[in-house]
């Protein structure tokens, strides 16, 4: 049986320009949003548009890259994997699902630069 990966890939529009963080003294993160876009026709044969807003973030060179190329608004794919995490608020247990990115293509250039892709 060949081995099952957790693995996603999206398209999607940033919702702010991403900022680092540094975790300890070796390593980096960015986290931000994108978001999907889905038009189908509903039973009346009307159009609608779905919007779904995903948290994405990266570690290391892939969030340095990511913070100096991106701006509100870009179109970007991105590659990596689902992250289930839980905490509480108020007592109350709460689960999100992240997107850990891996690899990105950048879709729409910043200020007419050419188009850049991660280098892992």
């Known amino acids: 049986m060949s081995t099952l990966r957790n693995k996603v890939s999206l398209i999607g529009r940033l ?3 991403p900022s680092i963080q540094k975790v300890g003294n070796d390593y980096s993160i960015t986290k ?3 978001a999907t876009k889905e038009d189908f026709k ?5 159009w609608v548009e779905n919007t779904q807003w995903h948290n ?3 570690w290391g060179k892939t969030a340095e890259r990511l913070v100096n190329l991106l701006d509100k608004g870009q179109e ?3 590659e990596g994997k689902l992250v289930n995490k839980s ?3 108020g007592g109350e ?3 999100t699902t992240d ?3 891996t690899d990105f293509l950048l879709l729409t250039p910043k200020n007419n630069e050419s188009v850049a892709t991660s280098n892992n």
């Open 87 to 89: 905490y509480e608020k």
């Open 99 to 101: 997107i850990e990115i």
């Open 93 to 95: 247990k709460r689960y």
């Open 56 to 58: 994405v973030y990266a």
């Open 15 to 17: 919702g702010q320009k």
């Open 42 to 46: 509903d039973k009346n044969g009307k």
């Open 32 to 34: 931000f949003s994108i």
């Open 76 to 78: 970007l794919m991105i």
